[in-house]
């Protein structure tokens, strides 16, 4: 038999999902059978698939050892890089600033080296962040921004923040504010644009039109301009709604596409001056909180911006 103590990390979750973080070698068709036949119990008593578990519970689970059998730790996180700007930390979070051409999270090509790699490097050799102490919860990014992307990204150090910041995400309660390098003059100076998108999931591309189509949402981008060159215009970027790759894509819907990208254009401007960069920055972050955030209330109201800003110096040298 083992015993699981819930935590403040690992609360206010289904059973059955923390069983499958806390013993991944369990088989899903057994884990669903031991709790019908009550050798998994919640404080001793029979519980179901949806008990949502509370701190101070005990999870006890009789069933065979062999499922509860570990190798010496090998974090694989312990393999990613040392860099890691931070822009703000404390017991509760980190605001970080991703480099262009950093994945934040593995993929089919790069698996160990990434944003989420090197923070939780950080808080482990920090102190910060013990596996072998967690039995669920790790920490993680709450947003997330391409490869091709720089700018801010928060990571959360406990459970109770990332479900605050997903929230709070997901109401649009933190303003995020973009800068990009768009090609050609603007036709004004400030504009609020609306328009319709369709993301295509197998292609990972998304689709604007004008006018309402099946499938579609609403997209609501707004632009400053801060400069103007003779093929190119520095904009500051407000997101009125967030959708996937929404800047590029209505910014190249409406013949003004990104410096770099290849993907909404044919980057006819950034192949004739060898620009192999996407022009584009997540640069300042705002905390504006119209509902109560718990435990990251005292951040309502404040403001975080990038360190370093590599746009400024890029459209400075474009002719």
Do not use: W
């Not at 698939?49 to 499922?67: K, P």
């Not at 051409?101 to 080296?113: A, I, Q, R």
């Amino acid at each position: 038999m083992k015993k699981f103590e819930i935590s403040k990390n690992d609360a206010n979750q289904r059973l059955d999902k923390f069983i499958t973080k806390s013993v991944p070698a369990l088989p899903a068709n057994l884990m669903y059978k031991y709790i019908r036949l009550k050798r998994i119990k919640v404080n001793g008593k029979r519980a179901q698939i949806s008990t949502r578990l509370h701190c101070g519970d005990a999870v006890e689970m009789y069933i065979n050892d062999e499922f509860f059998e570990s190798t010496a730790p090998d974090y694989e996180f312990l393999k990613a890089g040392k860099k890691l700007d931070i822009v703000y930390e404390d017991e509760n979070l980190l605001i970080l600033e991703k480099r262009v051409g950093l994945l934040c999270h593995p993929d089919n090509k790069e698996y160990t080296d990434t944003l989420i790699g090197r923070a939780l490097r950080y808080l482990y050799e920090k102190g910060e962040y013990n596996p072998d102490k967690e039995n669920s919860f790790t920490p993680s990014l709450a947003n997330r921004i391409d490869r091709n992307t720089g700018g801010l990204v928060l990571c959360a150090k406990n459970a109770e923040t990332l479900r605050i910041l997903n929230q709070k995400i997901k109401d649009r309660e933190i303003e995020k504010t973009y800068l990009c390098i768009a090609c050609g003059t603007m036709p004004v100076k400030e504009e609020t644009l609306t328009a319709y998108l369709y993301k295509d999931e197998a292609k990972n591309k998304v689709t604007v039109k004008n006018k309402p189509f099946p499938g579609a949402k609403t997209i609501i981008t707004k632009y400053k301009v801060l400069e103007q060159k003779r093929h190119f215009a520095l904009l500051e970027i407000d997101l009125l709604t967030g959708r996937t790759h929404q800047i590029r894509a209505h910014l190249a819907h409406i013949g003004h596409p990104l410096l770099g990208d290849g993907k909404y254009s044919n980057n006819t401007e950034g192949k004739k001056i060898g620009y192999k960069k996407q022009a584009l920055y997540s640069y300042k972050l705002r905390f504006a909180f119209t509902t109560d955030a718990g435990i990251l209330e005292y951040l309502n109201g404040k403001a975080f911006t990038a360190g370093h800003v590599p746009l400024y110096e890029d459209f400075a040298a474009l002719q």
